[in-house]
């Protein structure tokens, strides 16, 4: 696998805030620090240690065209030093959706680099979760990507009705001691799980279709497995002028482990597969991970492009 990589700035930042939600069993957050924005086969590894946080993050990314598309539509986005890691998976035609995925996770991370270099609050004091603000500096970032990819669609009409995923977490230091403020902002169906012990929980929901029949219960889960419209989204960055966005936050503790991803992997790779994957590397170097499962993925298929981002949450 031929991999490339394109870098862009690093920045910094600190705190957070919400609109809670509960989430899938008993949760908790996690940290972070440094930036890389990775299109087509891109592959990132970073890991931040500093005195003054009470957590070390290591976060991997890998993203590949998969075995059937001729363009990657995916975006990636790691930036450490922000605590901000986004996956997007774009739509609408050949080009379209790969602009709008990279617009959108460009939107967000310059959105929160300017709001952290501004001084603000969320990003600089140790608040509470329920206290911060920094829920809404992320859920108005993607507010703004989805303003920006709608724009971006209204100058050219050939882009015109393209839309993006988005999955956004961020992580930064807790005043809670022992853990880390985790914030994660979701549109669409890319996902975001949590591995904590031996358990693992999807923490965003799908926007599709087939959820919305299932939740009715006009559809059965087996059904809904095999729906030939599985992969109709009822929400996407852009394709309207605004959107909403789901946010939750919860705190991070010492072992976690988030993964991100589009839907190129969790179409052909269930969720007690990518658990039994992530156990497997606990306690080591996570830089072959992503790989492994894109691989599965594509041995399975490789229907769609697939992109994978790991984040682990480690005592400093």
Known sequence: MEISRRIARVVHSKKPTLPLRKCHGALTPGKVPSYVLCKDM??????IEREERQMRVTSVGLTDIGRKREVNQDSLLINDDLGLYTVADGMGGH???EIASSVAVETI???LVA???NGTAPFHQRLGLEESGMAEHLREAVEAACWAVFQRAREDPALRGMGTTVSSLLL???AEEGSVDAYLAHVGDSRVYLVRGSMI???SEDHTLVNEQLKAGIITADQAENSRVKNIITRSVGFE????????GLW???GDVFVLCSDGLTGFVDESEILDHVESFKGEDLDALPKRLIDLANDRGGDDNVTVLIVRVDAA
């Open 42 to 47: 891109a592959f990132i590894r970073e890991s």
């Open 95 to 97: 080009a379209g959706g």
């Open 109 to 111: 991370e310059h959105k």
């Open 115 to 117: 709001a952290s270099d």
């Open 172 to 174: 930064q230091d807790s």
């Open 201 to 203: 929980h999807q923490l």
């Open 241 to 248: 002028e605004d959107v909403l966005v789901d946010v939750v």
């Open 252 to 254: 991070a503790e010492p």
